[in-house]
C-alpha cells in the first residue's frame, strides 16, 4: 500500500512532521526560514527535502499531490509568553498556508497554534482568529473541524494547551471527531533517568553539569548522603504562585523558550524571600512587593537540552543543531511535541483510510484506550 503524503510549511525542528512520520507518512517537501532548525532537520533526516525559505515566497513545484498540508506557524504573536499583538504580521501566516492550499489541494490540512487563537480578534474583521482561519479555510473549499488539547492526554508529560484545525477537501467521513485524551502522562518515565545519573551517556545535546548560581538562587556545597534524589526545580519566573519543586509524578507546565527549569539535590530548600527593590540589581517592577522564590541546594544544575527535548518526547538520536543554547532552546521550546504529533497523525490517517473506504469513522485510538 502506497503511504499518505504530506507537505510541511513552517517545519521548525521537525516535531509535527515526525510524528506524521511514525504513523506511515512520507515526506514530500518542508519549507523553514530559520537556518539552525533546517540544518537539524537535514541531519536527523538527510532524505527529506527541507528548503531554507520564507513561506511567503515559497511556490510548490510537486510531482505528486500532498495527501496532507501541515502548518504549525509562528505562535509567537498569539502566545502569552510572546508580544500577543493583533497586528504582530507573524498573524497573518495562516494566509500563507491557504495560498499553498489552493495551489495544491492536499485533501486534510493540518493546522496547530496556540490557545489564543479563540480569544484574540483579527483587527480587519473584528473576529477571534480561530473564526477568522475557520471561515477562510471554509472559503477554500474545506470542511473544518477545530479543538483545544491539553497535550498531557495524549503521551506528552506537560500541561501545556495547543489548537488544532483539520480541514476536509470534500468534507469529514460520516462520525468524525478529533483525538480523546487518554491519562494524563507524567515527567517520571521521561527524565528520571537523566535526573540520577542513570543513563545518559553519549546522547546528543546532554551535557548535565552541576555547578549553577544565580543571583537568587544558591549552591551550598553541603554534604548529602548518597541516596539523596535529584528533584526538578524552577529557576526562572520566581515570583510565580506555584512552588518551584516539582514532582515527578505530575505532568509539567508548558516547555517554552524562556522558562528555565533544573536539578536540586541535597539540602533542597524552596521559601519565598521579599526582595530589595531599592538596592538589588534587576529590579523591572520597582513598585511591586510580591516575594520572590529562591531555592538552595547542596548542588544545582539547568535541565540539558536533551531533557527538554525528552519532555517534548524527541527521540533521543534526534540531534539538534545550533551555535549557541538558545539556538538550540528556541527549536525544542517551538516544536510541536512528537507523541502529541503522533495521536493527531493516526486521527488524520484513520480519516483518510475511512474516507477511501467509503466507511464511516472509526477511531482506533479511542478503542484502543477502552481497553485500558
Known amino acids: 500500500m502506497t503511504p499518505y ?8 525542528a521537525g516535531g509535527l512532521d515526525l510524528g506524521f512520520e511514525r504513523e506511515g507518512f512520507r515526506h514530500l517537501e ?8 533546517v540544518r537539524t532537520v ?51 501566516l495562516y494566509r500563507e498556508v491557504i495560498r499553498v ?25 473584528g473576529r477571534p482568529f480561530a473564526l477568522q482561519i475557520a471561515a477562510e479555510l471554509e472559503d477554500a473549499g474545506y470542511s473544518v473541524v477545530f479543538d483545544v488539547f491539553r497535550v498531557s492526554g495524549f503521551g506528552v508529560p506537560q500541561t501545556r494547551r495547543r489548537f488544532i484545525f483539520l480541514a476536509f477537501l470534500g468534507g469529514a467521513p460520516t462520525g468524525f471527531h478529533l483525538p ?21 551517556e553519549n546522547l546528543p545535546n546532554h551535557d548535565p553539569l552541576w555547578g549553577f548560581q544565580s543571583a537568587v538562587h544558591r549552591e551550598t556545597g553541603e554534604p548529602f548522603g548518597a541516596d539523596a534524589e535529584v528533584v526538578p526545580v524552577r529557576f526562572s519566573r520566581t515570583a510565580s504562585d506555584g512552588h518551584p519543586v ?22 533542597v ?31 544545582l544544575r539547568t535541565f540539558t537540552h536533551r531533557e527538554y527535548a525528552r519532555l517534548q518526547t524527541f527521540p533521543d538520536d534526534w540531534a539538534f543543531l545550533g551555535q549557541n543554547r538558545r539556538d538550540v532552546q528556541m527549536q525544542i521550546g517551538n516544536a510541536v511535541p512528537v507523541e502529541f504529533a503522533r495521536r493527531v497523525a493516526r486521527n488524520v490517517r484513520q480519516a483518510l483510510g475511512d474516507l477511501d473506504a467509503g466507511r464511516a469513522f472509526v477511531d482506533a485510538e479511542a478503542a484502543m484506550v477502552s481497553l485500558f
Open 42 to 92: 537535514r541531519h536527523n533526516r538527510p532524505g527529506w527535502n527541507v528548503r531554507e525559505a520564507d513561506v511567503r515566497e515559497y511556490v510548490p513545484d510537486l510531482t505528486e499531490r500532498p495527501d496532507v498540508l501541515l502548518a504549525g506557524f509562528p505562535c509567537q504573536g498569539f502566545s502569552l509568553g510572546g508580544n500577543r499583538a493583533e497586528h504582530d504580521e507573524r498573524n497573518t
Open 246 to 267: 516539582r514532582s515527578f509524578d505530575e505532568p509539567f507546565p508548558a516547555v517554552d523558550t524562556a522558562t528555565v527549569w533544573g536539578w536540586a539535590q541535597g539540602n
Open 269 to 299: 530548600r524552596a521559601a519565598r524571600h521579599a526582595k530589595d527593590r531599592r538596592t538589588e540589581k534587576f529590579i523591572r517592577n520597582p513598585g511591586a512587593d510580591v516575594a520572590l522564590w529562591r531555592v538552595s541546594a547542596s548542588r
Open 101 to 125: 492550499a489552493r495551489r495544491v489541494r492536499p485533501r486534510i490540512i493540518v493546522i496547530e497554534n496556540v490557545l489564543n487563537l479563540r480569544t484574540m480578534t483579527t483587527p480587519d474583521t
Open 30 to 37: 518542508g519549507v523553514e526560514l530559520n537556518a539552525w532548525a
Open 180 to 200: 480523546q485524551p487518554g491519562k494524563a502522562a507524567t515527567i517520571r518515565p521521561f527524565v528520571y533517568d537523566l535526573a540520577q545519573g542513570q543513563s545518559g
Open 5 to 12: 503524503t504530506v507537505l510541511s510549511l513552517f517545519t521548525g
